[in-house]
């Protein structure tokens, strides 16, 4: 793998600065008390130079690495040969190394976002924006349009659901457990055909 150049490097430390500048105000003031003009302060640089790296604080605070390495990428790189859902395991283990190895961060940033009600509705737009990528991915992979057919917008749908649950079970259980193992639970039950559990 090739190193990055001088610039490229700059540029991550600018995008690393912003996004750890973000997550710093938003858990000394809360995040709706946080301003773009302060995140840019904090990191030392220009209010423009912010919207280089990210189109606002959730984002920031979301996609810290600005978004280059998400779920659809990770698909596409799959054999094409492994069921869909196999396909998708695997490529969240390859996403959620970077959760394992900054717990600590992105539990600051779930618990950031807890209490930032106000959020929701931009942290749902981020993640829609994900799922459009992983939908096109799916209808790749199964030869379907990702417009006219169901299955790639639902199947999308439904694995960024089980994102959030076994993200969210992580968070709330205080979870040692590596989240890609909660994750492949969700995947285990879906591909069961999500049974209803047994009553005790």
Known sequence: MTEPGLRERKKQGTRAALARATLDLAVEHGLAA??????????????????NYFSGKEEALLRPDGGDATFGPHLRDQDPALPVLEAARRAMRAQLQAFDEDQESWRQRLAVLAAAPEA???????????EREVADAIAERTGQDVDGDLYPALLAAVLGAAFRVSLGRWHALGETRPLAALFDEAVDVLAAGLPAPRTH
């Open 34 to 51: 946080v301003t773009v003009e302060q995140i840019a302060a904090r990191a030392g640089v220009s209010y423009r130079t912010f919207f």
């Open 120 to 130: 929701l509705p931009r942290v749902l737009e981020i993640g829609s924006t994900g």
